[in-house]
T-cell receptor
């Protein structure tokens, strides 16, 4: 089992460009999450999907959109990247709300 | 605003000592609590979770929970240099979202 995988691992964007971060899990988990982590800070929830077909905003959703493509895949889109979106992005999955979450390796994004 | 407070550290302990990591949280509705370890440049990995008041032991790790005081801690016995990392406390809030503290950096001196 690969667990939670994320692509790409690194990305550099110019201000205003768009991109999609991909996440997939092979643990048959119902719930999936996107977080960002800035230096010296904890993880902040961007969006989550409690189950296939549902998505909800987290703490910092502005500037992002998500798609729960199927039970395995959950993507995060930046429509018009801004320098404030420079961060490390982690995808996670869990059996459901309240259960332990397992994290992917992260995507390091720099917006210039 | 639901908050999770952790001392940022670094907490420095000698090899073989007990490291004590503390966390307080504001949401009285939180029912379950997770401790994650994060090495520099890596993703968080789950160490332990605890649901009930009291202590829960797993190998060298012991989690302690006091819901009345809104306090959760992690003890690491016989600390090793490989335990040097940032430890993140994360309670589930009452709307079933995981709220992360900013973490405590632990340094174990050989």
């Amino acid at each position: 089992n690969a667990g939670v995988t994320q692509t790409p691992k690194f990305q550099v964007l110019k201000t205003g460009q768009s991109m999609t971060l991909q996440c997939a899990q092979d643990m048959n988990h119902n719930s999936m999450y996107w977080y960002r982590q800035d230096p010296g800070m904890g993880l902040r929830l961007i969006y989550y999907s409690a189950s296939e077909g549902t998505t909800d905003k987290g703490e910092v959703p502005n500037g992002y959109n998500v798609s729960r493509l199927n039970k395995r895949e959950f993507s995060l889109r930046l429509e018009s990247a801004a320098p404030s979106q420079t961060s490390v992005y982690f995808c996670a999955s869990s059996d459901g709300p309240g259960y332990e979450q397992y994290f992917g390796p992260g995507t390091r994004l720099t917006v210039t | 605003q639901k908050e999770v407070e952790q001392n940022s550290g670094p907490l420095s302990v000698p090899e073989g000592a007990i490291a004590s990591l503390n966390c307080t949280y504001s949401d009285r509705g939180s029912q379950s609590f997770f401790w994650y370890r994060q090495y520099s440049g890596k993703s968080p990995e789950l160490i332990m979770f605890i649901y009930s008041n009291g202590d829960k032991e797993d190998g060298r790790f012991t989690a302690q929970l006091n819901k009345a005081s809104q306090y959760v801690s992690l003890l690491i016995r016989d600390s090793q240099p490989s335990d040097s990392a940032t430890y993140l406390c994360a309670p589930w809030d009452s709307s079933y979202k995981l709220i992360f503290g900013s973490g405590t950096r632990l340094l174990v001196r050989p």
